[in-house]
C-alpha cells in the first residue's frame, strides 16, 4: 500500500513537472546559443565565422516554441541577422520581440537595424525611445549619436517636471504602421504626475504591466 501510494505521489509530481521540461532545455539551449553568439564574435576575422552567426540564430529560433513569452530568442536570432548584413530580417525578428513586451534592449536593436537601412530618422527614434526608458542603454552607441539623444532626453525629462510633455517619444513610424496593423497591441494606460496627466504605454497584458516612463516620473 505504501509502495503504491509513493508511486501515486512520484506520477502526479511527474505529471506537473512535465509541461516545464521543455522550457528548461529551451532555457539551456538559449544559453548556449548565446555563449556561441559572443564568442563569435571575437573572432571576426575567420572566413566561417557569418554562416555560424546565421546558425546560432537558428538555434536560437528552435526555442520560441517553449519560450513563447521571452524575448531573447527573437532579440539573439534578430543580432545574428544584423551582424551578418541582413538587417531587413532582423527588424522582423526584433519585431517578434516586441510583441513579447516593450523593452529598452528592444528599441535599440531597432535603432541600430534601421541605421544599417540608412534610415536616419527611424533609427534616431528608437534610440531615443531606448533610451528614455534606460538613459544608460545609449553608452553602447558612439559619443556622435550618444550625445545628442540624452540632450533631448534632458530637454524631454525636464518637460516632464514642469507637466508639459503628455507622452514618451514615440516608436518610429514604420513600428506606429505595424501597431495599427495589428502585429502587436500596445494597449495604453493613464496616469498622473506632478497633477498633470501622462500617457504611459504597456505591452503584452500576459506579463503584467510594463510601463514607459522617465525614471524620474512618481506615480501618484
Not at 564568442?39 to 537558428?58: M, Q, W, Y
Not at 516632464?160 to 514604420?174: A, V, Y
Request: glycine share 6%.
Amino acid at each position: 500500500m505504501k509502495a503504491a501510494r509513493t508511486a501515486a505521489v512520484i506520477g502526479i509530481l511527474a505529471a506537473l513537472v512535465w509541461p516545464e521540461i521543455p522550457r528548461y532545455a529551451a532555457e539551456r539551449r538559449v544559453g548556449y546559443a548565446t555563449t556561441a553568439f559572443l564568442s563569435l564574435l571575437d573572432r571576426s576575422g575567420d572566413p566561417e565565422t557569418a554562416r555560424n552567426i546565421a546558425a546560432v540564430g537558428e538555434l536560437a529560433l528552435l526555442t520560441t516554441g517553449s519560450l513563447p513569452d521571452d524575448p531573447r530568442p527573437w532579440v539573439l536570432a534578430g543580432s545574428s541577422c544584423l551582424v551578418t548584413g541582413r538587417p531587413e530580417r532582423a527588424l522582423e525578428l526584433y519585431r517578434e520581440a516586441f510583441a513579447t513586451g516593450e523593452r529598452s534592449e528592444i528599441d535599440l536593436n531597432l535603432g541600430r537595424a534601421y541605421a544599417l537601412l540608412n534610415r536616419a530618422d527611424s533609427a534616431a527614434a528608437a534610440h531615443l525611445r531606448a533610451g528614455w526608458v534606460s538613459p544608460e542603454i545609449l553608452e553602447s552607441l558612439p559619443p556622435a549619436v550618444k550625445d545628442p539623444l540624452l540632450a533631448e532626453i534632458a530637454r524631454l525629462s525636464e518637460q516632464l517636471r514642469h507637466g508639459k510633455l503628455t507622452e514618451p517619444p514615440p516608436l518610429p513610424e514604420q513600428e506606429r504602421r505595424e501597431q495599427k496593423r495589428g502585429q502587436f497591441r500596445v494597449p495604453s494606460l493613464e496616469f498622473r504626475v506632478g497633477g498633470a496627466p501622462v500617457k504611459l504605454v504597456t505591452r503584452n497584458p500576459k506579463l503584467g504591466t510594463h510601463c514607459f516612463t522617465s525614471r524620474k516620473i512618481r506615480l501618484e
